[in-house]
């Protein structure tokens, strides 16, 4: 399956979904919608700093593919993992402390926006170099497999990262050696500003997974029960024999980074992108559905935007770390077990 | 005793100048080499439509079309290896590496191909090939971003590596890359890109063999180059109101070093700190404390010291990262204190 | 189509081969067998030192590709390419010289046997570093496309380089733009003691040139006519709209270097591939033609020797560089034009 | 005045010792290690069914199993990164990369992951790997087979890099760095694997924080590591004969640098050589030689002097090789020269 830019994409039922479970699902992508727009005030306010890369349009990915993981299967993301952290269930708090660059946060502040990492949710960063983080993830199911863990290792990447050289090294080895790792391809359409059909000579990132006998799915990736479903059938898969691939289709709607003047794309086909925006579609349909109504919906809302402001108070009460520890963490503190 | 060590210092004289900024500077050196030499073109990911990660390359690509400002895809092996190929067979690319972070992923082209086939091949092929680079922290954007690797990568035999850190430099070194046989690494600081000043309208090439004595002192020779030059003279200006007399030299090109200009001016002053965004150990700083030790140890009057990169992956939090960079007021600590020790 | 190791490869007349041209090519195949069996003794003399990949039983390829390449078609090989080397055409007297280190070798002396390099037949090298002769091919074949000359640069590489980055950043770009390059890879199924089972999860090469959407074939690379044959019909192609590939498929009967254990592969799968040993079975093919009789093969084979002999005597008689030019060439001695 | 600088020098006691290579020393390292751990593995090119492009894994696939004795693709970037996973989570690999030379394909890896995660992740995660790859010249393999560059890798923080230049660290750092919670890089020179000698049957771990003073000498220090070792100790052997007697410092580990150990010698000596495979510029010599003026310049009755690797990419013809390499005649040369000047 594929979705061409002009074709809507329509919220499928493809499983059928309890009120309590869609009402979730909308939660927590509206959580990390509302908290991104947060966090653009912020960064104008220079509270934030560095780079910041925002999932929105992208969240139904997040929202979808973490419930349908396990909790103790790892995750490797990118630079752009603002969703993937807080639907994985890293505290909101310890990833404002963290872009505030305080100690609290969730990679005690040295990490940034682009360096979230948590041990208790086995979220292993936040990599800002492209495709690199494929490698590592090939590494961590490796690691699994080995201790028998059973665990699926949910790797994320952009379309960029799949004309990387890491891609096809990372896939070729997950798939000759089995590896439980999920390879989870956010198909965004842009790499910055080069569109995917200026990147790659096919632009089928399910064909490419073919060529090293990779099972793979194209999702539309604006569809948060599509994602789930797609995501838990292929976990299944992987934990059982080995590396899957899942393609999802989806767009952002902001710059790449805060600023980018986006010369690259028409304001129309961001305009035509936003009748499939998760946030739009997924409220209607619930709305149908009778799951919904606006009561319901500002509760949700005042209850997130409760959360965030609680964030941001304790990012700002956060503490900073003291100059002198600056080496600090360069080498582990602690030998291994 | 002083030897001229640049023709890059522009002499105040009747010449109109104009107002730009670094990022300007580098633009119009781009544009009069494509202009100049049809064999020049510009290629790497998001030179093009984007306009350039840090906008250097704005409005090329509707100026000179997509055949000469390629965008490439996220691949830097393969573009920096696809800039190697052209230029053995005649082309003059200019290669951009979005930054230093990520050109490690092309090193292997770089080290094993760039900077060895004319020696493989006993001379018979060159590879007249220029990669532009942004490096440098300062801008909290952590660990994988904020590299500084220039000095390291003037390690390797075969290429040449420059460091403007002056628009003249900017505007300048470019064009003298390209007519370089051999493959030249242009180093661009990210914080020098909104730096402004006034250049010469009909500034042009500028000779990339020789440092540049940027500031003249007989006290106390400072050596630095790229993104630490500002906050070097800052510090030596500084200094002066302590009646500490600085000499500051920019080394401009770090491979190969201009050993010369360095032993000069060491012999003559007898002290010397070196200022160096590369992490410490190990740093092009190590190699030039090295050059003048073999070159001027019996002028000296203290020990060369050091003001570099902490030893760490660069940190997010803006605190912590600033601590981690050479500073005026560490640069100025570290004058004092050779000064202040005697043999 | 695919040579499975236990299926004899015929020896397809697929053009018709004149007596000339057929005796040129055994002529070609039989010069490079015989030089590098000399080169072993030579080797075991220490007179060449450093590493010698032989070549022997992948000579139908060499022999078969050059013929079909124009004589300005640039060539960017590997460190098995002393087979490439004299097909195309650089003289035997400066291979011979350069594996001495002697200043009449066609790199100077300072590349030796993995780094044959030759200005006046368009011959890039000789490069040592698995897939590291990719992109530089890519760059090659863009540099002549934006001079518009019309040429094929011709990419050799073995089964090993495709699981490595550069294989699939190459392929795309060189795909993406259209590029005038022809992949050959020769895959005669080891990397070293590496079985291609055991490095590639699928090991059809010519199905990974499909994810690029790039033409592939893949070829008997024991059968020097089909090697040209599909050689000359690839390289139309690419003159005209872009890269190819071919998988020869061929195999290495010596050790991957001078020596190895060859722990990794049996005697009786050798002893099978010797079957199919093109200096075999292209005799017995001429033989059955009329092409080729005992007095014709002894002449030719006389013919060789000669030249062998004169190769050792001008590499003898051949200087070493003074000490003192060490650092020439290190950077170029002229501006270029 | 000394400081004991190693506890890695054996002494000659009542100590059974078998006669073995490095090679065999190095194996025999691996081998316990996979006994001792279940969490140890051995992944790269070609260490299974070949036994290892330089023999050093031979017989282990048979031992261990295909589980354990990995054979991995051509792909270092993925397997070097796959080292750096399963350590994250809990196992010890162990990663050959056949050759330094191969290892620039997984430097994004190297210095991006391996080096940063434990700092960027606020040292929630550590990287407990070890990477072996054998390194330099002098075997006439030419320009891109013959590179030198453990030194280069130790300008990056959050790695540790050694040299084990004796059987005893062939035998013993490789324990000693999987015990270590970060990611430690081996360097194997090429021509040490032959190197035969006697080595205590229950050899065993060595500590990795200190430079071992392999020859006491009172004239002048000679500073090295790795693959000049032998070198560096025959010319002080000779020399001694002139009556110059020299200390040798083996560096061992260089990140982090012993200074101290140097420092401390050459207070004494007043006299340094560094001598040093990298090429010259920028190489771990500079960083030497600057440690040595930063802590010992007023000790000091000479300039520090440096062997190194001339700056070409090595030729294949075995004379200009030679040439290019530091030899027992150069250090002698260079020993010379520092006994010869005085301040
Ligand atoms: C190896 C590397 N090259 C370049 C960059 C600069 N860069 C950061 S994000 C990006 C685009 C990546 O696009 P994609 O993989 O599609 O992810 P998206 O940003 O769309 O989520 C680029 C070029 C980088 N971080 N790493
Ligand atoms: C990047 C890299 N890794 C490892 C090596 C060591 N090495 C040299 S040849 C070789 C095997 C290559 O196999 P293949 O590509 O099939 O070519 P063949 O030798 O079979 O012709 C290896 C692993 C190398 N030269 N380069
Ligand atoms: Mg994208
Ligand atoms: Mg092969």
């Known amino acids: 399956m594929s979705i061409p830019a002009q074709a809507p994409g329509q919220v499928a039922a493809t499983s059928p979904v309890s009120k309590e479970h869609a009402l979730e699902l909308l939660r927590s992508m509206l959580r990390i919608r509302r908290f991104e727009e947060r966090c653009v005030e912020l960064y104008s306010e220079a509270r934030i700093r560095g780079f910041l890369h925002l999932y929105i349009g992208e969240e139904a990915i997040a929202a979808g593919v973490m419930p349908a993981l396990q909790s103790d299967d790892p995750i490797v993301s990118t630079y752009r993992e603002h969703g993937h952290a807080l639907a994985r269930g890293i505290p909101m708090n310890a990833v404002m402390a963290e872009m505030f660059g305080k100690v609290q946060g969730c990679s005690h502040g040295r990490g940034g926006s682009m360096h979230l990492f948590d041990a208790a949710t086995r979220f292993y960063g936040g990599s800002a170099i492209v495709g690199g983080g494929l490698p590592l993830a090939v590494g961590v199911g490796l690691g699994e497999l080995m201790q028998q863990r059973h665990t699926v290792t949910a790797s994320f990447f952009g379309d960029g990262a799949v004309a990387e050289g890491e891609f096809h090294e990372c896939l070729n080895l997950a798939a000759l050696w089995k590896l439980p790792v999920l390879f989870l391809c956010e198909n965004n359409r842009y790499a910055m500003g080069t569109a995917i059909e200026r990147a790659l000579a096919n632009v089928d990132v399910t064909a490419k997974a073919a060529a090293y006998n990779i099972a793979a799915e194209a999702v539309d990736g604006m569809d948060v029960l599509a994602v789930e479903d797609a995501t838990r059938r292929a976990a299944d898969a992987v934990r059982n024999d080995g590396p899957r691939l899942i393609e999802f289709h989806t767009y952002r709607y902001r710059a790449h980074s805060m600023y980018d003047p986006e010369l690259y794309r028409s304001k129309e086909e961001v305009e035509r992108w936003r009748d499939y925006d998760p946030l739009v579609t997924f409220p209607a349909q619930l709305r149908a559905l009778g799951y919904l109504d606006d009561v319901s919906l500002t509760a949700i809302e005042h209850e997130i935007a409760v959360e965030i402001d609680a964030a941001i108070a304790y990012a700002d009460a956060g503490t900073l770390e003291p100059v002198s520890d600056l080496t600090r963490f360069v080498y582990s503190e602690t030998r291994p077990a | ?343």
């Not at chain 2, 080290?111 to 060159?126: E, P, R, V």
């Not at chain 2, 070159?295 to 981690?324: M, N, Q, W």
């Open chain 2, 1 to 343: 005793m002083e030897t001229p060590v640049s023709t890059a210092v522009s002499t105040p004289d009747a010449r109109v100048t104009v107002r730009c900024t670094y990022r300007e500077a580098m633009r119009a050196a781009i544009r009069e080499a494509m202009h100049r030499d049809p064999r020049v073109f510009l290629m790497g990911e998001d030179v093009g439509r984007y306009g350039g990660s840090f906008a250097v390359s704005m409005g090329l690509l509707a100026e000179f079309g997509p055949e000469r400002i390629r965008d490439t895809p996220l691949s830097e092996s393969a573009f920096v290896g696809a800039g190697i190929g052209a230029a053995l067979v005649g082309m003059r690319p200019i290669v951009e590496i979005m930054t230093v972070n990520f050109s490690l992923l092309a090193l292997d082209q770089i080290l094993n191909n760039a900077a060895t086939l004319s020696h493989m091949s006993g001379g018979q092929f060159s590879v007249p090939l220029v990669i532009r680079m942004t490096t440098g922290a300062g801008r909290q954007l952590a660990a994988q971003h904020s590299h500084s690797l220039e000095g390291w990568y003037a390690h390797i035999p075969g290429l040449k590596v420059l460091t403007p850190a002056t628009l003249e430099d900017a505007r300048g070194m470019l064009w003298t890359a390209l007519e370089d046989p051999d493959p030249v690494l242009i180093f661009e600081n990210g914080v020098l890109y909104n730096m402004e000043g006034d250049l010469p309208d009909d500034a042009g090439p500028v000779e990339i063999s020789h440092a540049a004595v940027r500031r003249h002192g007989d006290d106390l020779t400072l050596i630095t180059y790229g993104g630490t030059l500002p906050k070097t003279l800052e510090a030596a200006e500084r200094l002066a109101k302590e009646d500490i007399d600085c000499e500051v030299i920019d080394l401009r090109t770090l491979r190969p070093l201009d050993t010369d200009a360095i032993v000069t001016s060491v012999s003559r002053t007898t002290r010397a700190v070196v200022v160096d965004e590369g992490w410490r150990s190990g740093s092009i700083s190590a190699e030039v404390s090295a050059r003048i030790v073999e070159g001027a140890f019996y002028r000296l009057d203290s020990p060369v010291l050091r003001v570099c990169t902490a030893e760490v992956p660069i940190p997010y939090a803006k605190h912590l990262e600033d601590a981690a960079l050479p500073q005026v007021e560490t640069i100025m600590a570290a004058v004092r204190q050779s000064v202040a020790s005697d043999g």
